[in-house]
Nanobody
Framework: QVQLVESGGGLVQAGGSLRLSCAASGSRFSIAGMGWYRQAPGKGRELVAGIFSGGRTNYVDSVKGRFTISRDNAKNTVYLQMNSLKPEDTDVYYC??????????WGQGTQVTVSS
């Protein structure tokens, strides 16, 4: 059973930075594409960034040039470096498989709050 645990969220002023981490259990992590998703209250989850096992990445247009997704297969961890944060980046951030999510893998997420 794979378990994903997100961490690294917090409160930051606009223009600041945060680094999110997603620690994954399970032996198949290195061959799985992984993604970061976010959800605002009352809205569905949307993809923020994804990274394939070979390292190719994709980003939603609103975060291009500001966010960077990376992975460390030796540590079974995927990261999201978020720079130049904006108030509209305020959401709960989750990790899951990419490009298709695995419904049973959703964790608790980590709250990111950006103040103006």
């Amino acid at each position: 059973q794979v378990q994903l645990v997100e961490s690294g969220g917090g409160l930051v002023q606009a223009g600041g930075s945060l680094r999110l981490s997603c620690a994954a259990s399970g032996s198949r992590f290195s061959i799985a594409g992984m993604g970061w998703y976010r959800q605002a209250p009352g809205k569905g989850r949307e993809l923020v960034a994804g990274i394939f096992s070979g390292g190719r990445t994709n980003y939603v247009d609103s975060v291009k040039g500001r966010f960077t997704i990376s992975r460390d297969n030796a540590k079974n961890t995927v990261y999201l470096q978020m720079n130049s944060l904006k108030p509209e980046d305020t959401d709960v951030y989750y990790c899951n498989t990419y490009p298709s999510v695995t419904p049973g893998y959703w964790g608790q997420g980590t709250q990111v709050t950006v103040s103006s």
